[in-house]
């Protein structure tokens, strides 16, 4: 049983726009490093909005302790994600309360974890705690201004884009550590100039103790949802982002309905910036093979994910080694095969066919989408072998202890450099 941590004791302390009881995927991965680490005995602060991500609930307490970590929730604006304008002001917002929360509790011997919610957070609470004689460090969920550029809303040669990636390289080449998602992440942070000796690469995880491969007629949710046992659900789960890709999927859906395949259906729970367009297509398609469900409790993931008898995921060629898909270690442990859409080259390009854990498709071919999910459908024993193929992925390389460890031999190191 870990003591306490005394009051004197040098703290480590996460600044992130949402953290629990938020939903959203950055405030969960936060959330079980926080409680991990504070009942390790180390001593945890949070810095978050008062806001959640869905604007569904809240405001949260200005203040409180949840399972020995110290919480404090600043006020924000809250335009929400409608506008390209609304998000920039909830940005400044935050970058300005969230400055003075850290500078108000980080003192000489403290550790500061900046996270990417919102982007280029590194900055001002790098400043923050300089000021405060703490150290610094980045847990880097994506890169900015370059995710930006990608979606085309800012020029690669613009004088913002220049500005905003001068000031994001200086305050992740002074920080003590800064630690990528993905080996593709780390390589682009050392072409950006960050020395090695101060990149750590910790992969997201999921709660592979609490997911865990449920068969289909033992699964309730199946049964309460409506599908057979002998049907194939290709299922998608979490955030639908503008980092994601609908189109492969909606022609592998049209064409697998003109073929009449009424034993593939297609199933997404949750939403995100895409979730409208996918609204207005499966409606302009014609698509009855495509089911719709929202974003479910975290407590009933282990059902949600193992109703899919195969899942996808997926991420735009542009954005690798800015983004790793998180939502790929829930749905290999739910012991299902998984299906990456995206680049080959990519991070999960080579994670998937090393382990024979699933296929990869390239964007936009929907045709080879299509004949996997036929194969799948068709050929339960292959199905399963590369669903067992997937558990076992995570099972020797993304459990949840493997990566709380490591997150907790970083932080002891990182607290212990001035002693």
């Known amino acids: 049983m870990p003591v306490a941590p005394s009051s004197d004791q040098p703290s480590l302390i996460f600044v992130n726009r949402y953290f629990w009881p938020d939903r959203s995927a950055t405030s969960q991965i936060l959330s079980d490093v926080a409680f991990h680490l504070a009942e390790s005995g180390l001593r945890v602060k949070i810095v978050a909005s008062r806001l959640s991500y869905e604007g569904d609930e809240g405001p949260y307490k200005a203040r ?7 919480i404090h929730r600043v006020a924000t604006p809250g335009f929400g994600r409608g506008t390209v304008v609304g998000r920039v002001v909830d940005y400044l917002g935050f970058y300005v309360t969230s400055f003075l929360a850290v500078a108000r509790l980080a003192r000489r011997g403290d550790v500061v974890v900046a996270k990417t919610d919102p982007p280029v957070l590194s900055w001002p609470i790098g400043i923050a705690a300089g000021l405060s004689g703490a150290r610094r460090a980045n847990w880097l969920q994506d890169l900015y201004p370059e995710v930006a550029v990608a979606f085309g809303m800012v020029r690669e040669d613009g004088l913002v884009t220049r500005m905003v990636r001068r000031l994001r390289n200086a305050s992740l080449i002074r920080a003590d550590c800064n630690i990528a998602i993905g080996n593709r992440m780390a390589d682009l942070l050392r072409r950006e100039g960050v020395p090695d000796n101060r990149i750590a690469v910790i992969p997201n995880m999921t709660d592979d103790a609490a997911i865990v ?3 289909a007629a033992d699964n309730p949710l199946r049964v309460e949802w409506g599908y057979r046992e002998d049907q194939l659900v290709v299922g998608y789960s979490g955030n639908l982002g503008r980092a994601h890709e609908i189109d492969t999927m909606l022609g592998a859906a049209e064409q697998l309905q003109q073929e009449g395949r009424r034993d593939i259906r297609f199933l997404f729970v949750g939403g995100g910036f895409l ?12 698509l009855t093979n495509i089911d719709l469900r929202p974003y479910q409790p975290r407590e009933h993931l282990h059902l949600s994910l193992t109703v899919p008898d195969v899942h996808w995921v997926s991420l735009l060629p542009a954005l690798e080694g800015l ?8 749905a290999a442990a739910s012991g299902r095969p998984v299906i990456f859409i995206g680049s080959a080259a990519g991070e999960l390009g080579d994670v998937i066919p090393e382990s024979d854990g699933g296929a990869i498709v390239a964007v936009g071919d929907s045709a080879v989408l299509a004949a996997t999910l036929r194969d799948y459908a068709d050929d339960p024993a292959r199905r399963s072998a590369h669903g067992r193929n997937a558990r076992a992925l995570v099972e020797n390389r993304f459990t949840r202890a493997q990566v709380l460890q490591k997150w907790e031999c970083l932080a002891r190191r990182l607290l212990a450099a001035d002693t």
């Open 323 to 330: 983004i790793v898909p998180s939502k790929f270690y829930g």
């Open 213 to 215: 491969p449920v068969a």
């Open 275 to 286: 979730r409208e367009a996918l609204d207005q297509q499966i409606v302009a398609r014609s």
């Open 64 to 70: 409180e302790v949840h399972r020995g970590v110290e």
